[in-house]
């Protein structure tokens, strides 16, 4: 039976979404989507040019993608809201009209370790959701924040497994997994995920997904890298979804130690 996330209006088969920053040019990010067998690609607004041939990197985004627009560079909600609006348009301009009410959103005013404000993406979120969009919103891992974006009416929560950028995995991991149980939307890890292992470890802890950018796009072979990261993400998920036993302190013989040797009487 194949495993299909329903999430946004949308049926997603390959749960590794993939960021499309830090690669070298166009064509290696297309190579890394195209081996992942991508389904979702995030795209900063800045990087959307309609009026250029060569350089728009819609043109390099596989035709099966959707494409989540974020709010990248946003410091409060309303400049979060204004990034969402100008996405959807520039979207639409492009006749890329399939995905854009999804809209990632990043409010973001710490410069030096770029960690999400929860209130003012929950304010975006909640005028977002009212207008139709999609929202997945970009947190601090936080069950109470999680709760308020629920009934703000976000698709999805995106708790971070470590700053962004930092390849250090995910070291929220106890966090998340409250989230994981006690929420009812898909739980999306975005950000710090360094290895393949790490993806694998979301999914085991029953993440809906994972979105993963630098450690694909500044890897020695970005398509290997994100191929990797595609067979690990989907090992985590069927390790899940297969019930994955629990933990012992003691050791449970895997053969019987008894009645294999004949006794004297």
């Known amino acids: 039976m194949q495993d299909i996330l329903q999430i946004g209006g949308k049926s997603i088969s390959n749960r590794l979404f993939i960021g499309t920053g830090k690669f070298s040019d166009y064509p290696v990010m297309k190579k890394a989507l195209e081996e992942a067998e991508a389904d979702v690609a995030t795209v900063a607004l800045r990087r959307v040019d309609g009026a250029s041939k060569t350089e728009n990197i819609l043109n390099y985004i596989p035709a099966k993608c959707i494409i989540m627009p974020n709010t990248s560079g946003a410091r409060n909600a309303d400049e979060a809201v204004r990034i969402a609006r100008l996405a959807k348009a520039s979207l639409l301009a492009c006749r890329q009209a399939a995905a854009c009410d999804w809209v990632k959103i990043e409010v973001i005013q710490d410069n030096k370790y770029l960690l999400p404000d929860n209130i003012e993406t929950l304010k975006a979120t909640e ?24 009934d703000a009416g976000a698709s999805a929560v995106m708790p971070l497994g470590s700053p962004i950028g930092s390849n250090r995995g995910i070291k929220t991991r106890e966090l998340i997994e409250i989230m994981v149980r006690e929420i009812k939307i898909p739980v999306i890890v975005d950000a710090g995920l360094g290895r393949p292992s790490d993806a694998c470890d979301c999914m085991e802890l029953g993440c809906a997904a994972v979105l993963v950018n630098t450690a ?3 890897a020695r072979d970005p398509a290997a890298m ?7 993400v989907k090992a985590g998920r069927l390790a899940y979804i297969s019930g994955i036993p629990s933990q012992s302190l003691h050791a449970n013989a895997s053969s019987p130690l008894t009645g294999f040797l004949r006794e004297d009487r």
């Open 226 to 232: 994100a191929k990797a990261f595609s067979a690990a």
């Open 216 to 218: 694909i796009a500044i």
């Open 127 to 150: 005028i977002l959701a009212r207008e139709g969009f999609k929202v997945f919103p970009y947190m601090n891992p936080d069950l109470s924040a999680a709760r308020r974006f629920v």
